[in-house]
Nanobody, 119 residues
């Protein structure tokens, strides 16, 4: 089992920045892919950014490319999401998740952290 704990959400004005953190513990060796997702009220959860933990290869949704940066600290088993040039439409609960290398779906999730961008 993998335990994930997010932090760093908050209220920010449009154009501002926030950095989210996701600390993983437990069977983290199975967490081959780790990612950030978000869910706005009345909408489905959507992929934001992901990283292959060993290789460091990163992936982004088109809506955040050039504004968000995903990174990791292996020693701290922590994943980050630096969010710049925030827009009102970025307002959502942000979740981190993990999945195994051959898994098709993410199977462990954190509790989520609220990001609110005021326009």
């Amino acid at each position: 089992q993998v335990l994930l704990v997010e932090s760093g959400g908050g209220l920010v004005q449009a154009g501002g920045s926030l950095r989210l953190s996701c600390v993983a513990s437990g069977r983290t060796s199975s967490a081959y892919f780790r990612g950030w997702f978000r869910q706005a009220p009345g909408k489905e959860r959507e992929f934001v950014a992901g990283i292959a933990w060993s290789e460091g290869t990163t992936y982004y949704a088109d809506s955040v490319k050039g504004r968000f940066i995903i990174s990791k600290d292996n020693a701290k088993n922590t994943m980050y999401l630096q969010m710049n040039s925030l827009k009102a439409e970025d307002t959502a609960v942000y979740y981190c998740g993990t999945r195994g290398r051959s898994a098709r779906t993410y199977d462990y999730w954190g509790q989520g952290t609220q990001v609110t961008v005021s326009s």
